[in-house]
């Protein structure tokens, strides 16, 4: 569930929307639009293991990501020769 409020209102009462997102994301509009959403820490914490879980090798250019790119490179590189012209 997501509590949703205005920049003013979330200014106005601040430790209230800071005690809510301890429970639920609060999104704050400006002008009717979403601008901005509070979260507790262990959520976001959350977030960033899974934004990082969607990616080989965690997103991180690695030794081992250069030397498996280095060897797909080799295997398939007859295919990706053809592939360039």
Do not use: C, I, P, W
């Amino acid at each position: 569930m997501t509590t949703t409020v205005t920049a003013s209102e979330f200014q106005k009462n601040f430790g209230q929307y800071k005690e809510l997102a301890q429970r639920e994301a609060v999104s704050v509009t400006n002008n009717g639009r979403e601008s901005v959403v509070l979260l507790s820490a262990a959520e976001y914490k959350e977030f960033l293991k899974f934004k990082q879980s969607r990616y080989a090798y965690n997103g991180e250019v690695t030794d081992t990501f250069k030397s498996d790119v280095d060897a797909f490179m080799g295997e398939y590189s007859v295919v990706l020769d053809g592939l360039a012209k």
